[in-house]
């Protein structure tokens, strides 16, 4: 059976084995904790993350709050338009919300790929754009829809979310306060 990257790169192109290999030969795996922090908010990161195993909450501190702003699962990219700045520090932090191992991305290699293997750059670019495609839908959701709707996608999504993570970081990412979340859980159940 292939590696889950193989897998996930196959969805937008047929691999042969020499660039199969070539892939296999470059990665990087880490692993990771529950609670370990992947990346700090303001650390310089130049790197991309695929998640092999576990999953991964993404936060920004605002006045002294964790805000919530991705839950990231297996076998999705983790990749910050800012990685690609000469400042190239994370905006935001990354910790793992139960054990994790994930691939990581650089662009030094990703570099030695393309001129290995010039459809790379297309393949490449095909995985940042579904990457990016899916958060600009979130940030469109954000401004156009309400709170219970984010929650209702969130379940829709992210079912396992639930067991993993305190309300709180719920609420923080769908744009409320517990105490909402908690009326929106109840509204929800009273349809039912």
Known sequence: ?????????STFAILSPDEKEAILASIVTKNFTKGEMIVKEGQYNKDSFFILEGSVRQFKIVDGEE????????????????????????????VCIEDTSIVVGNEQKGQELFKQFPRF??????VMETVFSAQQQWISSY????????????????PD???????????????VKPESLSRIRKRIAEKK
């Not at 979310?161 to 923080?172: D, G, L, N, T, V």
């Open 1 to 9: 059976m292939d590696h889950p990257l193989i897998q996930y790169f």
């Open 67 to 94: 805000i919530t702003t991705h839950f990231h699962k297996k076998e999705q990219w983790i990749i910050s338009l800012t990685s690609f700045t000469n400042n190239a520090t994370a905006p935001e932090s990354l």
């Open 121 to 126: 750059e297309t393949i490449s670019r095909a």
């Open 143 to 158: 401004l156009t829809e309400s709170p219970e709707m984010r929650y209702l996608k969130l379940i829709e999504t992210h």
């Open 161 to 175: 979310i639930f067991q993993k993570m305190p309300q709180y970081h719920i609420a923080s990412y769908i744009g």
